[in-house]
């Protein structure tokens, strides 16, 4: 399973200390020796134990990672085997801190994360991670497991989507050099696998139900944008059962009715990120381009698409892009 990987020499890589423990495997800080960088270290232990569904799960990762090549997605650097004979890959070391911590702290008042990350940077935040999924998505890859852990902001203005473990390949190996989807074990009957409150109702469905596609992905991207205007996700602190029920059935409540007191949350925004997570795959956004488009169309002071505005708001929004210009005509 590990052996067309290679070996890596045992003092290429030096210790620096454990990052954490997820799902399958450990991440850790190292000294990369060649190039003398420090470098983060996902690696699978007790590989004695592991299945092979695992462990190819864990090299698709890495090589699905690899593949995609841009500007807001983390780089690996390399994939083999240690001296124990487990694989490990390298990644760019993070620095910064998640969305999901800095909307936590939003939501806590702290004064000079409401300062630093008005609505203006957190959409372009979004559309960061926009372009991101647009791109993965034109090479036929899904991630499958968006959520604001998995997106890094780094302390320079940096924007990387993480963890990719999840991510289907919508090519066959032939086409791409990926794992086919069954083959890497990530679709098992009977078996949810996302983070609910942001995974789409399909991939909760087990059996009958729409395929997985893109539009899993643009759900999961509507329920990011839900997060950044209500500070949570529309299903928070009821039980899991719960939220994988009222995610099938489309009970969500819109961020309006979720959001803290005092907080505005626009209405075209809403609109926006209702049409993301629609229950039906054909009501939504059919690309993640289409989505993008929409928060471009408000950031520019035009109607979103998604919003059914009255003609007095398509006037009204007329005469604030052209106010200057209806101003000298008028005088």
Known sequence: MTAKLSVKPQDKYKFR???????????????????????????????EHRSRA???????????????EHPNIVPVHDLGIDSSGSPFFTM???????????????????????ANYGLVRLLHIYTRICHAIEFAHSQGICHLDLKPENINLGDFGEVLVLDWGLARSLKSP???????PNEAGDEVAG???????????????????????VRADVYALGAILYAM???????ARLSVDEILRRTVTGEL?????VAPEGRYVAAALEAICMKAM??????????????????????????????????????????????????????
Do not use: W
């Not at 799902?23 to 690696?43: E, F, P, S, W």
């Open 17 to 47: 200390r454990s990052i954490g423990r997820g799902g399958m495997k450990m991440v850790l800080q190292v000294r990369d020796n060649d190039t003398m960088r420090d470098v983060a270290m996902a690696l699978m232990p007790d590989i």
């Open 54 to 68: 695992e462990i190819l799960r864990f090299i698709q990762e890495a090589r699905v990672t690899a593949s995609l």
């Open 92 to 114: 760019k070391y993070l620095h910064g801190q998640s969305l999901a911590s800095v909307l936590r702290k939003i939501q806590k008042e702290d004064a000079e994360t409401i």
């Open 174 to 180: 032939a086409s791409g050099g990926l794992l086919a």
């Open 191 to 213: 078996r949810v696998k996302g983070t609910p409150g942001y995974m789409a109702p399909e991939q909760i469905r087990t059996l009958n139900s729409a395929p997985i596609d």
């Open 229 to 235: 205007l209500a500070l949570t996700n529309p299903l």
């Open 253 to 257: 409540p819109p961020p309006t009715e």
């Open 278 to 331: 629609a229950l039906r795959p054909a009501d939504r956004y059919a690309t993640v381009r289409e989505l993008r488009e929409d928060i471009f169309a408000f950031q520019s002071g035009y109607v979103p698409k998604a919003e059914n505005a009255s003609p007095l708001k398509h006037a009204g929004l007329f005469i604030g892009r052209n106010y200057l210009i209806l101003l000298v005509l008028l005088t």
